[in-house]
């Protein structure tokens, strides 16, 4: 069965960090490049960042480039995002997704002071 278990959110400070994890299993971690994306309240998904199968290459949405850092540990098949000097407008439910189209349920990320 695969899985794929988003963990790390929380209420944050704006200016705060997190860092996000999302543990899979059930299928070959190293073999897909995998993608975190996020739904804030009443609005549709927002693709956030994207990292290849080895880690060697990243891409971020222009909206957090430079606040938040895609990255992976294929030995213990997880994906992390690290997010940092976050704002209110990055509250949203995020989610983490493999190129092979499995996704996991969410983690809430809330940036409020």
């Known amino acids: 069965e695969v899985q794929l278990v988003a963990s790390g959110g929380s209420l944050v400070q704006p200016g705060g960090s997190l860092r996000l994890s999302c543990e899979v299993s059930?299928?070959?971690?190293?073999?897909?490049?995998m993608t975190w994306v996020r739904q804030a309240p009443r609005k549709g998904f927002e693709w956030v960042s994207g990292?290849?199968?080895?880690?060697?290459?990243?891409a971020y949405a222009d909206s957090v480039k430079d606040r938040f850092t895609i990255s992976r540990d294929n030995a213990k098949s997880t994906l992390y995002l690290q997010m940092n000097s976050l704002k209110s407008e990055d509250t949203a439910v995020y989610y983490c997704?493999?190129?092979?189209?499995?996704w996991g349920r969410g983690t809430q990320v809330t940036v409020s002071s």
């Open positions: 997704g493999s190129q092979g189209g499995s």
């Open positions: 059930g299928f070959t971690f190293s073999t897909y490049a």
């Open positions: 990292i290849n199968r080895s880690g060697g290459t990243t």
